[in-house]
C-alpha cells in the first residue's frame, strides 16, 4: 500500500536543495537552459515554483510568476523518460487552478516556433498566439523569435 502511494505523482513546493535534480532535467530538455540562478532567482523571488515527484524522483517541475492580475509561466518542464504520458498536461492544468486560486485573470506564456510538444501541449490547453517578440531566444545559429501565449483564466 505505502509503495503504490509512494509511486502516485504529487507536487510539492520547490526549494534550493531540489536544484541539482532540476538542473539535470533542464539540461537534458533544453538546448539553452536556464541557470541555478534563475532558479534560485526565482525563489528568492517569491514566485510559485513547483516540483512534480512520482516513484521517489523528482519528474517534472514549474515557475510561475503571479502579479497584478496575470501568472506568466516561465518554466514547465518534464524529464525526457517521463514525457508524453500526460504529466505536462496535468502539471499545466495544477498550474491554472493555481494561477485562479490567486485570482489571476489571464496567463501569458513565450514559447519557442521550433517548439513542436510545448505549443501543442499551450493550443490543446486553450492557448492562443497574441504576438511574436522578435529575436527573443538565443538559437544555435543565432536568436530565434519568441510565440506569446495568452489564456483567459475567467
Ligand atoms: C512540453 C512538455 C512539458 C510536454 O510534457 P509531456 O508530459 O510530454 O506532455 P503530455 O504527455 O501531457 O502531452 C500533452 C500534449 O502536448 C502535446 N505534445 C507533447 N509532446 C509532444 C510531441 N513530442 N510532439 C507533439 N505534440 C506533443 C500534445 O498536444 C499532447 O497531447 P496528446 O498527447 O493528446 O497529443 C515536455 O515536452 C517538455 O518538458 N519539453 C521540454 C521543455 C519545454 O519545452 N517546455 C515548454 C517550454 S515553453
Not at 505505502?2 to 531540489?18: C, F, H, W
Not at 521517489?56 to 506568466?72: L, P, Q, R
Not at 487552478?97 to 510545448?118: C, Q
Amino acid at each position: 500500500m505505502s509503495a503504490l502511494l509512494n509511486d502516485l505523482p504529487r507536487y510539492r513546493r520547490m526549494t534550493a536543495i531540489d536544484l541539482d535534480a532540476i538542473m539535470d532535467i533542464e539540461n537534458e530538455v533544453y538546448p539553452h537552459p536556464w541557470t541555478p540562478g534563475n532558479f534560485n532567482d526565482s525563489l528568492r523571488s517569491g514566485y510559485h515554483c513547483w516540483v512534480l515527484e512520482a516513484a521517489g524522483e523528482i519528474i517534472g517541475y514549474s515557475v510561475v510568476m503571479i502579479a497584478a492580475d496575470e501568472a506568466h509561466l516561465l518554466n514547465l518542464s518534464i524529464a525526457s523518460s517521463w514525457q508524453r504520458r500526460g504529466y505536462g498536461r496535468e502539471m499545466l492544468k495544477f498550474l491554472l487552478k493555481v494561477a485562479r486560486d490567486f485570482d489571476a485573470g489571464k496567463m501569458y506564456l513565450e514559447v519557442r516556433p521550433s517548439n513542436i510538444a510545448g505549443r501543442g501541449l499551450y493550443v490543446s490547453a486553450g492557448f492562443g498566439e497574441i504576438a511574436t517578440r522578435r529575436g527573443y531566444y538565443p538559437a544555435h545559429d543565432g536568436r530565434e523569435d519568441a510565440v506569446i501565449m495568452e489564456l483567459e483564466l475567467k
